[in-house]
């Protein structure tokens, strides 16, 4: 594969241009949604031949996308079958209960597949591996759960899935996590893949029953943020299964863009084909695009798409960007320097804004808790004019006296709020038989009330 990681910044831009011209053409011509938008603008398409001049373009905002995403679908039948003819639908969810849908082309599916070796390449995903895929069935299908096969197929590796999760329907699909746990042990699987918390749970039930885990040397990481303690508890895990590795691969991406991969345990995260996205950091109020280094919001451009195309889109991501060759694997293209903070998860209580992110963050860094929600919450629920608290539920078997202190105060010095603490079994925490993932952190408020 010819591999333009391999090739400078300034052969990286001539493509990303060339790619972008061609993109900009088709919009003009078959995007309802930009062919409206830049008319409106007063936006002359055809003058924008460059990386350079893209900053010229309005932001497209998330809401834009959910309210009509059938507006985004390139229609050009002019394309040959294989750029028009659909392969698949993503789903993204955004902060309304429907998912918006992401409609792939045959083209895109090949994209897909294409991005994916690289992920592999960048993060050492090899033909002879067997991956778990742990993710849940869900309502609306996770773009994880589909995308790990592809996955898989893109590098020639085994894959087979456990199919954890509450059930929708009466079809009786499911496994329990003592079934997956056993199908790890029985395929031999090296790589696990799949929800963070959820994982963990593998892990903590393949201790507790002695499975044989000496096979897994991977666990890939999807769907929620993970902080470093985390992965260091998960790896004290597998050393206690005694298996071949504990590489903690954090999976970054989306459905409207596709992943990341990291060449390092906690380095940035590679852009794998910049031939088929770019990226900027902006000023979300301007649309200014900033220097490397500083933080700022991401926004992905398609530079190769045929079905759903996103130009300068706000993923609602805050992160930076470093260029250059990487100091650990020498690839080329941007990569993208964490932490990531979703900007829709700032959370405003006693008038503070918190990251709840940064609370996890130091809620996953303290041992002997088995399981834990942060709670923010009306002091009297009935009231809604009462003040707002913030409550830690933990399930532990540590002394509760001296957990307690060391949270309140860990969790104080992290937001400025001191939270009040409670204890609960473990299951009423998170129940992997009903949820397919843990609830962190959850605002209980009533909503309209600021
Ligand atoms: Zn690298």
């Given at each position: 594969m010819n591999d333009l990681l391999r090739f400078s910044e300034s052969e990286i831009e001539k493509t990303q241009n060339e790619k972008l011209r061609a993109m900009l053409e088709m919009c003009s011509r078959g995007h309802p949604y930009y062919m409206n938008k830049w008319r409106e603008s007063g936006v002359n398409i055809s003058s924008i031949t460059s990386l350079s001049d893209l900053e010229l373009l309005p932001l497209t905002h998330k809401r834009a996308l959910m309210e009509d995403p059938e507006s985004f679908r390139l229609k050009l039948p002019d394309l040959p079958l294989h750029e028009r003819v659909l392969w698949d639908v993503g789903y993204t969810t955004g902060s309304t209960?429907?998912?918006?849908?992401?409609?792939?082309?045959?083209?895109?599916?090949?994209?897909?597949?294409?991005?994916?070796?690289?992920?592999?390449?960048?993060?050492?995903?090899?033909?002879?591996?067997?991956?778990?895929?742990?993710?849940?069935?869900?309502?609306?299908?996770?773009?994880?759960?589909?995308?790990?096969?592809?996955?898989?197929?893109?590098?020639?590796?085994?894959?087979?899935?456990?199919?954890?999760?509450?059930a929708h329907g009466n079809f009786d699909?499911?496994?329990?996590?003592?079934?997956?746990?056993?199908?790890?042990?029985?395929?031999?699987?090296?790589?696990?893949?799949?929800?963070?918390?959820?994982?963990?749970?593998?892990?903590?039930?393949?201790?507790?029953?002695?499975?044989?885990?000496?096979?897994?040397?991977?666990?890939?990481?999807?769907?929620?943020?993970?902080?470093?303690?985390?992965?260091?508890?998960?790896?004290?895990?597998?050393?206690?299964?005694?298996?071949?590795?504990?590489?903690?691969?954090?999976?970054?991406?989306?459905?409207?863009?596709?992943?990341?991969?990291?060449?390092?345990?906690?380095?940035?995260?590679?852009?794998?084909?910049?031939?088929?996205?770019?990226?900027?950091?902006?000023?979300?109020?301007?649309?200014?695009?900033?220097?490397?280094?500083?933080?700022?919001?991401?926004?992905?451009?398609?530079?190769?798409?045929?079905?759903?195309?996103?130009?300068?889109?706000?993923?609602?991501?805050?992160?930076?960007?470093?260029?250059?060759?990487?100091?650990?694997?020498?690839?080329?293209?941007d990569r993208l320097v964490g932490p990531v903070v979703r900007t829709k998860d700032l959370v405003k209580v006693k008038g503070m804004l918190i990251n709840p992110s940064a609370l996890i963050e130091t809620m996953n860094g303290i041992s002997g808790i088995d399981e834990y929600q942060v709670l923010v919450r009306r002091t009297k629920p009935e009231d809604p004019f009462s003040p707002d608290e913030l409550l830690v539920r933990m399930a532990s078997t540590a002394n509760h006296d001296h957990l307690s202190q060391v949270v309140i105060e860990r969790v104080q010095k992290t937001v400025q709020i001191r939270p009040r603490?409670?204890?609960?079994?473990?299951?009423?925490?998170?129940?992997?038989?009903?949820?397919?993932?843990?609830?962190?952190?959850?605002?209980?408020?009533?909503?309209?009330?600021?």
């Open positions: 209960g429907d998912p918006t849908p992401v409609y792939n082309t045959s083209h895109d599916y090949y994209a897909y597949l294409f991005q994916s070796k690289r992920v592999a390449d960048i993060s050492g995903i090899r033909p002879d591996d067997i991956i778990a895929n742990l993710f849940p069935l869900t309502a609306a299908p996770m773009g994880a759960f589909v995308r790990s096969a592809t996955n898989a197929y893109a590098v020639g590796a085994t894959i087979f899935a456990a199919l954890p999760g509450a699909v499911n496994r329990s996590l003592d079934e997956a746990v056993a199908l790890i042990e029985l395929h031999r699987a090296t790589i696990l893949w799949g929800i963070p918390s959820f994982v963990r749970r593998i892990l903590m039930r393949a201790l507790e029953i002695n499975a044989d885990f000496r096979t897994v040397r991977m666990c890939a990481l999807t769907g929620e943020a993970t902080s470093k303690p985390f992965r260091e508890d998960l790896r004290n895990h597998l050393r206690q299964l005694k298996s071949a590795g504990t590489t903690m691969f954090d999976r970054y991406g989306s459905t409207e863009m596709g992943a990341f991969a990291q060449c390092v345990e906690d380095g940035p995260w590679h852009n794998p084909a910049p031939e088929i996205q770019f990226h900027e950091v902006v000023d979300p109020d301007t649309g200014k695009r900033l220097a490397d280094g500083e933080r700022g919001a991401l926004a992905v451009t398609h530079l190769d798409r045929r079905g759903t195309v996103l130009i300068r889109f706000l993923v609602g991501d805050i992160v930076s960007m470093v260029r250059g060759p990487c100091p650990v694997c020498g690839r080329f293209g603490v409670e204890f609960s079994p473990a299951v009423e925490i998170y129940d992997p038989a009903k949820h397919s993932k843990a609830t962190r952190f959850q605002d209980q408020r009533p909503l309209n009330n600021e």
